[in-house]
């Protein structure tokens, strides 16, 4: 045989046998590892799974871990079997299971075990209220108990809702999670407060002037003590009825909180610009938006000559919502804390929510932060006296009978604050109005 037939016959067996080596490295089973034991380096490779940062391994005291797995029952035996308890879950092929902490080395031994993990705690990301002073009154006892709050939106889910009406044709479901968003800030700042479900806007966040009025006065009937109004009409009117309305409900006792509105850029809501309606109404507590300390551009303000309108700012972003939106039910639930407490009116309310705020910008109330930012650290102080009401008209009854929204049409802005679309309105009188959330 010559020599280069030696050398080819070689060098083919050289390469099988390289191809067979990775074949059997390729099957071998090892151990899933992210992260190891303090002592990791002592330990044996199979041992190397458990991803947990201290145990004791001469201790009988159990814990708590999570378990994962290819074969949910065989692990579950091997748990039993070393004195432990187990829970199986399809999802993830996970156990949760609570161990002696001197077995956990040997059920990693165990070929069904992948992994042996700590069970970490997890938290709710819940409405941050600490700016507020909230928490003052909360030490007090004081949590918004027996309060009523009809929110006027896109419906609610709520363990604290105690009555609930649908003036959309859609049901009282909430759709959209506007309205539920809402209530949860409300009672991030009143736990304890009972909610009216009072559905005026439908699952696109969109209502009309009658909706809303026949909300208000559902929540009258239902003896409410607050209204929420996270939304408004593109339009500045005194004259609405819409607007009558609210100063109506002020005069049978119920403090109303609404939003001044995202309006006050130009582009932000077409050709309007300033307070949407029912914003403007005298005796609402009438709420702007701040970031931190700072101003929104696009928070709505205006001079109306006797009065001046936002009364309070408060933050402009919590619970996946932005804007004049989101202010407004801090305040909503700051008058439950404040109607609790001090039994106050609705004029007695606004006057203790914007003499007590912390005032920014320029010295006084003005248009961009009202009368400053909501502040509740005062508790105990002898209560304010209202401020004097300013009636601009009559209250007219509330109109509630239904509308077809007939010519009137509402198209989705290009821009967009937050998660929720401002809506341009075109509207030749013959129809109501729609309303759209903030």
């Known amino acids: 045989m010559r020599i280069y037939e030696r050398m080819f016959i070689v060098l083919v067996l050289f390469l099988f046998g390289i191809l067979s080596l990775l074949l059997i490295v390729s099957h071998q089973k090892y151990p899933v590892v992210s992260y190891s034991t303090k002592d990791a380096a002592s330990l044996e490779p199979q041992i190397k799974k458990i991803i947990i940062e201290s145990y004791e391994k001469d201790s009988s005291e159990s814990i708590g871990v999570l378990i994962t797995t290819d074969n949910l029952d065989s692990a579950s035996k ?27 080395d040997s059920l990693a031994e165990d070929d069904s075990i992948t992994q042996i993990l700590p069970n970490r705690p997890v938290k709710a990301f819940s409405v941050d209220v600490s700016e507020t002073g909230a928490e003052t009154f909360w030490n007090s006892g004081i949590t918004g108990k027996g309060v009523k709050v009809a929110v006027l939106d896109t419906g609610i889910y709520s363990d604290n809702v105690v009555a609930s009406a649908d003036f959309t044709g859609e049901g009282i479901n909430d759709d959209n999670g506007h309205g539920t968003k809402i209530a949860e800030i409300i009672l991030a700042m009143a ?101 931190g300390e700072n101003s929104v551009d696009y928070s709505s303000g205006f001079n109306f000559g006797n009065y001046i309108k936002p009364d309070v700012t408060a933050s402009v972003s919590a619970n996946d919502l932005s804007g004049t939106s989101a202010s ?88 967009k604050v937050g998660d929720w679309n401002h809506y341009v309105i075109e509207n030749d009188n013959s129809g109501d109005i729609v309303i759209s959330d903030f």
Do not use: W
Request: one cysteine or more; a neutral charge; hydrophobic letters at 40%.
């Open 78 to 104: 091997i748990i039993k079997s070393k004195g432990g308890s187990s829970n199986k879950h399809k999802v993830g092929k996970v156990i949760t299971a609570t161990i002696p902490q001197d077995q956990i």
């Open 328 to 415: 407004t039910p801090f305040v909503a639930g700051a008058a439950a804390l404040l109607i609790d407490k001090y039994n106050a009116k609705p004029l007695q309310v606004k006057s203790l929510i914007e003499q007590n705020s912390k005032d920014l910008g320029a010295a006084g109330k003005d248009t961009v932060f009202g009368s400053g930012k909501l502040n509740l650290n005062f508790l105990n102080e002898t209560p304010a006296e209202p401020i004097q009401q300013l009636i601009i008209f009559e209250p007219q009854q509330p109109r509630i009978e239904p509308t077809t929204n007939k010519n009137v049409q509402a198209f989705s802005y290009s821009t």
């Open 191 to 291: 736990p304890d407060a009972e909610l009216i479900n009072a559905k005026v806007l439908d699952k696109n966040g969109l209502g009309s002037e009658a909706s809303v009025i026949a909300g208000i006065n559902y929540a009258v009937e239902q003896n409410a003590d607050i209204i929420s109004l996270s939304l408004g009409g593109l339009f500045d009117d005194l004259n609405s009825p819409l607007v009558s309305a609210v100063e109506d409900a002020v005069s049978k006792g119920i403090t109303v909180v609404v939003a001044s509105g995202n309006c006050g850029k130009a582009g932000m809501c077409g050709n309007f610009v300033g307070v949407a309606t029912p914003g403007n109404a005298p005796n609402a507590i009438t709420v702007g938006a701040v970031n």
